[in-house]
């Protein structure tokens, strides 16, 4: 499929207003717009997005099967992928290790933090990469099997049910950027929503990103340029 280069605000404000659950203690993923149901369970985005992986009844796909393993994910081949040769996983006081800083990263785990922030697990800033989301690049980057739909579904679903931050200088704002303003457009129109899109999302990725954000950079001298880095395009 081809992405829209706009979305409709006023859709996807509705979208999230309205994707609570009917009933309590029931995961209901489904919201109410212009007198319409729209599901965002892993199905309905898995057949919107045109089923880019396709699992058998109970089957979970690779990512899904090491994650629910006793052993996990090894952290310290996770950081042998994504760091540049010297580098790990910054460390809380207990000794765990807890986030990798993009100024640990290599440009490929850079570039593949750019999509991921921007399209699979939003993000409000793109400094690094949190243990569970460097599991998730580990799994991308070794080419395990990710069901993309059920992480979005399960994204969309967290972030709709959280109480919204508020701005500190008006407590009747929020400051919480909404997620994902393509794909909800895009969603609510495939099941018979009138859109009229009329932001532009970011561009996409080019070299010239890359080589401003994305090179290598000592983790100690150049962590300002990381901080005051743009909002990552699509």
């Known amino acids: 499929m081809t992405p829209m280069a706009k979305f409709d605000p006023e859709i996807v404000l509705e979208f999230y ?15 109410w717009v212009r007198g319409q149901w729209i599901p965002f369970d892993a199905d309905a ?10 699992l058998e009844e ?9 994650r ?6 090894d952290e310290e081949a996770i950081a042998q992928l994504l760091c540049t040769p010297g580098q790990d996983f910054a460390w ?29 697990l939003p993000s409000d800033h793109n400094s690094d990469l949190p243990l569970p989301k460097c599991q998730l690049m580990y799994a991308i980057l070794t080419r395990m099997s990710v069901h993309v739909a059920q ?22 704002k929020s400051n919480r950027a909404l997620r994902f303003l ?39 001298g150049d962590a300002h340029q990381a901080a005051n880095a743009p909002p990552p395009p699509r």
């Not at 207003?17 to 919201?31: C, I, K």
């Not at 629910?68 to 994910?73: P, T």
């Not at 000794?95 to 640990?104: E, P, Q, Y």
């Open 58 to 66: 109970g089957q979970q796909c690779e990512f899904s099967q090491r």
């Open 151 to 172: 992480v979005i579904a399960d994204t969309i679903y967290l972030f709709a049910g959280m109480p919204p931050p508020r701005h500190h200088l008006d407590p009747d």
């Open 182 to 220: 393509v794909l909800i457009t895009g969603l609510c129109q495939s099941f018979g929503v009138p859109v009229t899109p009329s932001k532009v999302i970011r561009p996409p990725i080019t070299r010239a990103f890359i080589e401003k954000y994305c090179t290598p950079r000592q983790a100690q």
């Open 17 to 31: 207003a309205n994707a609570w659950p009917t009933e309590e203690g029931v995961q209901d993923m489904r919201s």
């Open 92 to 120: 809380t006081a207990a000794g765990r290790r807890m986030r990798i800083m993009c100024t640990s990263m290599t440009t490929l785990t850079q570039m593949w933090m750019t999509l991921l922030l921007s399209n699979v």
């Open 45 to 54: 985005l898995s057949q919107f997005l045109g089923d880019p992986l396709v």
């Open 68 to 73: 629910n393993r006793a052993d996990g994910f």
